[in-house]
């Protein structure tokens, strides 16, 4: 893994400097979660059309319960794997239960579906719509990691040990 990181590193460090702390290892570990997610979004899709919802005759209303499975299931994925790997590092010690962090996970991931939609509407009037789609998706994703970076797994303050306090 560390030749991984080493080139991750080397071309992180082609970037001008204000963008290279973003994108970081973490950020890369955010990536690699949100493919695995994307991987999982399509089977799920795939096997609920086509096999779990099949009783469903209306070929739009059996779509639409199979992308909200879909969904469903790649953002709790998604969840599961930020939080035990991309933000370990700020979880182990939190305070906040894991209900509440997913929560705030899917405010984050709610935003960026915003922010990718927005983007692709207004970019495909000047490019291509897949092409507008894979800009818009690229910094929604920006938009989600730090969303999540500064809100669902924000570091802990330092605590002030109790004998520190009001001694003078």
Not at 68 to 83: G, P, Q
Not at 90 to 113: C, D, E, G, H, W
Not at 144 to 156: E, G, M, S, W, Y
Request: hydrophobic share 50%; no cysteine.
């Amino acid at each position: 893994m560390s030749r991984l990181r080493s080139f991750a590193e080397a071309l992180i460090g082609l970037l001008p400097p204000r963008f290279q702390p973003m994108l970081r290892w973490r950020f890369i570990k955010f990536g690699l979660v949100g493919g695995s997610g994307t991987v999982i979004n399509i089977v799920v899709l795939y096997l609920a059309q086509e096999h779990l919802l099949d009783g469903i005759a209306d070929f739009h209303m059996r779509l639409n319960y199979s992308i909200a499975l879909a969904i469903t299931v790649a953002t709790i994925s998604n969840f599961y794997w930020n939080r035990r790997l991309t933000w370990r590092d700020r979880t182990r010690n939190t305070q906040q239960p894991a209900l509440l962090l997913f929560a705030k996970y899917v405010m984050a991931a709610a935003l960026s579906i915003v922010v990718q939609t927005l983007l692709t509407k207004w970019l495909a009037l000047h490019l291509h719509y897949l092409i507008a789609n894979l800009i818009s998706i690229v910094l929604a994703s920006v938009v989600n990691f730090i969303a999540n970076d500064k809100l669902t797994f924000r570091r802990q303050p330092a605590k002030i040990p109790l004998s520190g306090r009001g001694k003078r």
